[in-house]
């Protein structure tokens, strides 16, 4: 038998021939007959019906399809009514994309069949060439159906295809009470002609994005009593078409679709949604384009209008994108919006270049470009083209400052010593120049400023990183370079000042704020003399002081046991250590090496500060270094504040219920001290400093004294007390009345050493804290008798002086809260006759309890003239004028009159600058907490609170007194969707986080509320009814919202309240996602490692090998802790 049957003649004629090698292997000899015999008998018993249906099978194949469809139609029918047995496989076969194929063995099986079944079988499907008895004229079938399987599956194997039968029309996971779900299937293109388009479609996009359409009425055709005619604006009449003047339209009032329809024509005939997305379409396009033109032509006349080149820049993102609410692509994947940020990426770079190229030494557009490049560069590409930068423009501070940014926030090639050599080039650099040293680029305006404020940036660093020893030292170290030297040197560059100042450095001599500290002048003095007299030795007689246990709890878990150690020795070691001379001490007996500073790790910072005010402000500065409060108004906000922010008492330490006048006269300023860097849910805060710290600001403030003149030292002192009454406070919050009672004696102690001095005797302003600080604790007549004292050697001056309106409105206020205990405050009160006898200027008279009508007159019309007369840009303008003007009235007149006084000092502080902000956020805070004060007593509408505070805000929007007035004033309503669009207007206008973090805070507050009121002992029955909120999600949207602004990324406070919201909202997996994240921004915060620790205590080792990695201080090591365990 021939394995291929076409060519079993050529095998049988070539045998014959002697070729019978070539072709055997055509040839099958183990093949069988009796199988082919078998075949062909079937096939002759079936021959008559076959040959009929061979001949009809070119017009019945292109009907295959339908055939299939009917049978398979009828054999699901079949199986439905009858449900008795499965089919065979050849049933099941008949039914797939192929024909079967009869085989021998089928036909040994069914050899019995019924012969219309065989018939049927062999003629219904695909046939063999040699298997046709007589062929036709086309021996073919036409398929015309399309089998997908074949283009889905890339295969033409049945068996690859997946094949399944749903049963029934349940779906595991539902719940069939509330859900279902519909098998139906239809037609795709009937489904997607139903589809409607949603809000965020591009075609609803353009629409919302273009302008609409005017309509006027015409108005012959409207009746007049119907409404109001109004006149066309003059732009409209010019872009409206008006129809040609026709017989029908003689008078040109018709439209031209009235004119048409008089004509007897109609306009063409288009879809109305069509035609207005394609009506919107060209014109949103058409407006692009023309504004693509106007930048362009611009841009080609004037190529040094440097911000028409960052407008083009930006306005890339409104091509794209779109400005509107739906403008970004949110139905496309993650994959093709970055694609198209990429893209855009990449257009905005090559504006930048052009414009580089058409300005080359214009700095702002070339840190746009790096600031675009920092999403498409590598970090070392990236740094190489900041050094090349900032070595082109050595002299601009701007410059120096967005680079110093930059490397601290860049994790990739972070650590603190390459920080902090980093400032120091800077300094060093913007010194020379500023010195005439660096010929080659002259000092730029305000540079000498920029330089300090820089310093002071530095310093912050190092304590936000903990190194708190360095940050000291530098400032110890600036503080006598500037004051104490030589006059041999003063005329030397910066650089050999330096050098002179060095060997002082590592001599080892008392610094500011140790003991018996002279100075670098004495000391060099003393050397050309021949040095100093070491004094003999001290014996050791005194005992030394016992120190507390530093593991409180030795059952503790190691990372509980570590943050405790570590929070102790922050808040206690936090001086750099000196070796004890007479104590025999040397530099080999400390204990942690990372306490001593060598002059390498500050010399390079070191810059001259030779004009007074900024001598004040470098003394001030390292006062609020300290923690002390500096609200006298000559310490500058730094510039990015923003990286400042690490302390939580910004948003917690609001106005105090029982003090709502005199509450908000020390606010908190987000910064924390010197040794309070902790994480961030730490309760232990002592109110002031360490023993030894304290002994060191006492030091310092007595050796820095001297060194100002006679009103700076005031200013000095006044910053002093005003600390001493902050730390009564904090006791006053803690409740602890031991604690408080020994603070107010030493505070006491103090504020008369200070009134004593004879400079001081006069000072209004030292009088005033010190009755403040009487009041504070409980010492009412004695806090009135040290007010009466003040006012009897001063209130002759009368209203021209600010320190004495002042002291008279802070005793007006408290007298106005005592009195408002007992009930409504009457007019003849202490409050009215102090504010009075302020207006008066006569001699000054203890209260006996009555007051003339008539010198309340004459005090109204003193407070009016005197109001008058104040310009807004004068020196002679005070908060406290205005303040006891707007008390008296209230006192006198009401709450309509003093809110008079107030809104005409708002408005002269909309039309004045930014250099009076101080006074102008206390008149606000005065305004608000009058009225708030009112409302809380009185029957008084809320909105003009409310309209008094938005108001306020939208001035200031950075002012955490008012943002907490805010808060009080509207949680205690819950009407958290005016706040929600209030803070979303506001926060999208400022170049700060305060906004948000405020935003957040109430959020926060709103959840803790509703999730007290549901763990309540609410009846089971109540709770489903409670309603489900997202307030989960919305305050994690305000988090990204915030830390996706170029003011919030670099927030320390920002970063450390998402970490901690995250985890204590059960999303631990999501946190540690937060806390990488939050490395790329802030990575040299340690307060943010901390909290790390305390939130994920399985992983503190891998923190504390990070904060290693990085340099950040640890003071101890994990083997330290297992030392201290052992012992």
């Known amino acids: 038998m021939a394995l291929f049957p076409s060519c079993a003649e050529i095998s049988n004629t070539n045998s014959s021939v002697g070729d019978k090698g070539d072709l055997e292997w055509l040839s099958n000899k183990s093949f069988s007959t009796d199988a082919l015999k078998t075949r062909q008998r079937a096939t002759e018993r079936a021959q008559p019906e076959t040959e009929e249906l061979t001949h009809a099978s070119q017009q019945t194949c292109p009907e295959r399809e339908d055939s299939h469809g009917r049978s398979k139609k009828r054999k699901k029918e079949k199986k439905k009514k009858r449900k008795k047995e499965k089919k065979s496989k050849d049933d099941s076969g008949s039914s797939g994309s192929e024909s079967d194929t009869i085989y021998p063995s089928d036909l040994l099986k069914q050899e019995n069949t019924d012969r219309h079944e065989a018939q049927v079988r062999v003629s219904g499907a695909f046939m063999w060439l040699d298997d046709l008895q007589s062929p036709t004229d086309s021996p073919f079938c036409i398929d015309r159906r399309a089998d997908r399987a074949n283009w889905e599956y890339k295969s033409l194997y049945r068996g690859d295809i997946a094949r399944y039968r749903r049963k029934g029309g349940s779906c595991l996971g539902l719940d069939f009470r509330r859900q279902a779900v519909s098998w139906v299937e239809g037609d795709p293109k009937k489904r997607a002609d139903r589809k409607h388009e949603r809000y965020f479609s591009s075609s609803t996009r353009q629409l919302l994005r273009s302008d609409g359409q005017v309509v006027l009425p015409v108005t012959g055709a409207t009746n007049s009593d119907s409404y109001i005619q109004l006149p066309a604006c003059t732009d409209e009449q010019d872009s409206s078409t008006q129809a040609p003047v026709s017989w029908l339209n003689p008078l040109g009032i018709y ?22 997305v394609d009506s919107a379409q060209s014109t949103s396009s058409s407006q692009i384009t023309g504004r693509v033109e106007e930048f362009n032509r611009k841009l080609r006349e ?97 410059l120096w400052r967005k680079y110093l940014l930059f490397t601290q926030s860049n994790f990739s090639t972070f650590s603190v010593s390459k920080v902090n050599s980093v400032f120091g080039k800077c300094l060093s650099t913007l010194s020379a ?3 005439g040293s660096m010929v080659s680029h002259p000092p730029l305006p305000g540079t000498q400023e920029d330089i300090l404020e820089i310093f002071l940036q530095q310093c912050h660093f190092l304590r936000q990183a903990g190194h708190t020893e360095k940050a000291v030292c530098l400032f110890q170290a600036l503080l006598d370079f500037t004051f104490f030297k030589p006059d041999s040197v003063k005329d030397l560059p910066t650089r050999q000042q330096v050098e002179f100042f060095e060997p002082f450095w590592d001599s080892g001599e008392a610094r500011i704020g140790e003991r018996e500290a002279r100075g670098w002048k004495a000391w060099m003095l003393q050397q050309q003399r021949g040095g100093w007299v070491i004094p003999p030795e001290q014996d050791d007689d005194d005992d030394d002081e016992q120190e507390d246990p530093e593991i409180k709890d030795k059952t503790w878990p190691k990372w509980k046991i570590w943050l405790d150690v570590e929070t102790s020795r922050e808040a206690n070691h936090w001086l750099p250590w000196r070796p004890d001379k007479t104590k025999g001490q040397s530099e080999e007996d400390c204990e942690d090496p990372d306490r001593q500073v060598l002059f390498d790790d500050i010399g390079p910072s070191m810059i001259r500060v030779d004009r007074p005010d900024l001598q004040l402000r470098l003394i001030l500065a390292f006062l609020q270094f300290l923690g002390l409060p500096t609200s006298s108004g000559k310490v500058s906000i730094p510039t990015d504040s923003n990286v400042l922010l690490d302390d939580l008492s910004l948003l917690e330490e609001g106005p105090d219920t029982e003090r709502p006048l005199t509450s908000y006269d020390l606010p908190a300023t987000g910064m924390s001290a010197v040794g309070h860097m902790t994480f961030l849910s730490d309760r232990r805060k002592q109110p002031g400093l360490c023993r030894a710290g304290e002994e060191f600001l006492q030091n310092v403030l007595e050796r820095t004294l001297p060194l100002v003149s006679a009103r700076d030292r005031a200013a000095v002192a006044l910053c002093w007390l005003q600390y001493e009454k902050l730390k009564v406070l904090r006791c006053l919050r803690s409740g602890n009345k031991k604690r408080l009672k020994a603070q107010g004696k030493r505070s006491k102690r103090l504020a008369k050493r200070l009134l004593k001095e004879p400079e001081n005797r006069g000072s209004l302003a030292l009088w005033r804290e010190y009755a403040h600080l009487e009041w504070l604790l409980g010492n009412l007549e004695e806090a009135r008798k040290v007010f009466d004292t003040a006012l009897g050697t001063g209130v002759s001056r009368g209203l021209n002086d600010p320190a004495l309106c002042n002291l008279s409105l802070l005793y007006a206020q408290l007298e106005v809260e005592q009195a408002s205990k007992s009930g409504p405050v009457p007019t003849s009160s202490p409050a009215v006759y102090i504010l009075a006898k302020l207006a008066e200027g006569a001699t000054y008279t203890p209260f006996s309890g009555q007051i ?17 007369n104040l310009n807004a840009d004068s020196k002679k303008w005070t908060s406290s004028l205005v303040g006891c003007f707007g008390l008296f009235q209230y006192l006198t007149m009401g709450i309509d009159a003093a809110d008079a006084v107030y809104g005409q000092a708002r408005q002269r502080a909309v039309n004045s600058d930014a250099t009076r902000r101080r006074d102008w956020e206390s008149i606000a805070v005065q305004h608000v907490a009058l009225l708030r004060h009112h409302t809380s007593t009185n029957v008084f509408p809320l909105s003009r609170l409310r309209l008094a505070l938005t108001d306020a805000l939208s001035l200031l929007p950075s002012s955490a007194p008012l943002w907490h007035l805010y808060l009080q004033t509207e949680n205690r309503y819950h009407s958290a969707g005016r706040t929600r669009r209030f803070f979303h207007s506001v926060a999208k206008k400022v170049e700060s986080v305060v906004p948000y973090l405020f935003a957040i805070t109430a959020e926060q507050r709103l959840k803790q509320l509703l999730d007290s009121v549901q763990s309540s002992s609410i009846p089971g029955d109540a709770l489903p009814i409670l309603p489900e ?16 602004t170029e003011h919030g990324a670099h927030c320390p406070l920002l970063w450390r309240m998402y970490l901690n919201f995250m985890v204590c909202d059960g999303n631990a997996e999501r946190g540690s996602g937060v806390f990488y994240k939050a490395l790329q921004e802030v990575p040299w915060v340690k307060g943010l490692y901390m909290d790390a620790v305390q939130l994920f205590p399985e992983r503190v080792q891998e923190f504390l090998d990070l904060m290693t990695e990085k340099e950040l201080r640890l003071r101890v090591p994990m083997e330290e802790v297992d030392i201290l365990l052992e012992d």
């Not at 439209?255 to 207005?276: A, I, Y």
């Not at 003339?852 to 008058?868: D, G, H, S, T």
Request: aromatic content about 8%.
């Open 255 to 276: 439209d031209p679709g009235t004119s048409l329809w008089l004509e007897g024509k109609g306009q063409p005939e288009v879809k109305g949604d069509q035609q207005g």
């Open 302 to 398: 004037n190529p040094t209008d440097i911000q028409m080149w960052l407008d083009f820049v930006h306005f890339q993102d409104e091509l794209a994108f779109g400005s509107g609410s739906f403008s970004a692509p949110k139905d496309s994947d993650g994959d093709m919006r970055k694609m198209s940020l990429r893209a855009v990426l990449e257009k905005k770079l090559s504006i930048m270049d052009r414009a580089v190229e058409s300005n080359p030494g214009n700095v702002d557009l070339k840190l746009e470009k790096l600031r675009l490049c920092k999403e498409l560069w590598e970090p070392a590409v990236l740094l190489k083209e900041w050094k090349k930068l900032v070595f082109i423009h050595p002299n601009s501070a701007p």
């Open 433 to 435: 120049v500023q010195d």
């Open 852 to 868: 003339n009508p008539v010198a309340i007159l004459k005090a109204r019309k003193a407070y009016e003239q005197a109001f008058l």
């Open 1029 to 1044: 909120n997202g307030l989960s999600n919305r305050i994690r949207c305000l988090f990204e919202a915030a830390a996706a």
